[in-house]
Structures are given as C-alpha cells and as structure tokens.
C-alpha cells in the first residue's frame, strides 16, 4: 500500500508563490512517474507536471516557465509555483504511476487527497 498526502495550499494573490509538498509513505521502492493533477470547479482533472524516475519532466502548457516539480527519489514530490494566476486556482492532487512494491509491479495509479489553492486579491 502507497499513501500519498499533500500539504502547502492556501490563498494567494495574483503574482505571489507557492510550494506544494507530497509526501510518499508505503512500501514503494520505485515510482516510475511522480507529479501534480489539477482540477478547478467545474472543469476536468488536468495534468499539471510530472518528473520520471529518469530525470525528465513535463508541464502543461499553461504552466511552463512558472512552475518547477521536483521529486525525492520515491519518497516525495514538489511543486514550486510562481507568478500564480487567477486561472491557477483548483485542488492540486499528487500522483504516481508505476509502482514497484517489493517484485511487484502495478500500473494502477495513486493519488493523493488534494490541496486547495486559491489565487484571488
């Protein structure tokens, strides 16, 4: 079992910053895929950013150049956003893919329980 928890939303003003935090507890010893969906009232859950276990990265459009993920190995991810927008303002769910759990591996993904993030003056 991998339980992932988020931490660091809240309110912000247009231009301010924000770090999201995922913490990563279980027995996963590889997560292939680590990063951040999000999802505003009344819209789809959308990909935000990933990081891969190899290194790379992926953004959404809507995002590139104001947002950085970064990740802990298998243990946590992060998501340092900048210049936020009111357009920003959703629930951040963490995510994994890609488990190892001793020899077994699943596809099944994870996600966390989501932190609100509320970009208004």
């Known amino acids: 079992q991998v339980r992932l928890v988020e931490s660091g939303g809240g309110l912000v003003q247009p231009g301010g910053s924000l770090r999201l935090s995922c913490v990563v507890s279980g027995s996963a010893s590889v997560i292939n895929n680590l990063g951040w969906y999000r999802q505003a009232p009344g819209k789809e859950r959308e990909l935000v950013a990933m990081?891969?276990?190899?290194?790379?990265t992926f953004y959404a459009d809507s995002v590139k150049g104001r947002f950085t993920v970064a990740r802990d190995n298998a243990k946590a991810v992060f998501l340092q956003m900048n210049t936020l927008k009111f357009e920003d303002t959703a629930v951040y769910y963490c995510?994994?893919?890609?488990?190892?759990?001793?020899?077994?591996?699943?596809?099944?993904?994870?996600w966390g329980q989501g932190t609100q993030v509320t970009v208004s003056s």
């Open positions: 990081a891969s276990r190899g290194g790379g």
């Open positions: 995510h994994a893919n890609g488990l190892t759990i001793g020899s077994v591996f699943s596809a099944q993904p994870t």
